[in-house]
């Protein structure tokens, strides 16, 4: 079990990126959250199994149809153990 905190930068909101995120992070397993931040950059933290997490940010850096992406930055953090993956609405803390 690994944790990932990972920020996304380019036009990715408004495209439906944040629930697109969730449903491909249901189908491999990936626990989380998923919120916009309010400079446009959209944050996750996500925790899985290794090879889920690297396919989960394959999926980050392409996104839905209408998503350009433009850098995934990646660092990995502690395990906080969540129980599912969350979209969060912005500006509520952890």
């Known amino acids: 079990m690994k944790h990932l905190d990972i920020t996304v930068k380019g036009k990715i909101q408004g495209v439906f990126y944040r629930a697109s995120t969730k449903a491909v992070a249901d ?25 889920m997490l690297e396919m989960f940010l394959d999926w980050c850096n392409e996104g839905p149809q ?29």
């Open 66 to 94: 209408d998503a350009e992406v433009t850098a995934v930055e990646t660092n990995e953090g502690e395990l906080k153990n969540y129980r599912n993956f969350e979209v969060l609405k912005r500006g509520l803390s952890k």
């Open 27 to 51: 189908q491999l397993g990936v626990r989380g959250t998923i919120k916009n931040e309010p400079g446009g950059d959209v944050v996750i933290e996500a925790e899985g199994e290794p090879a």
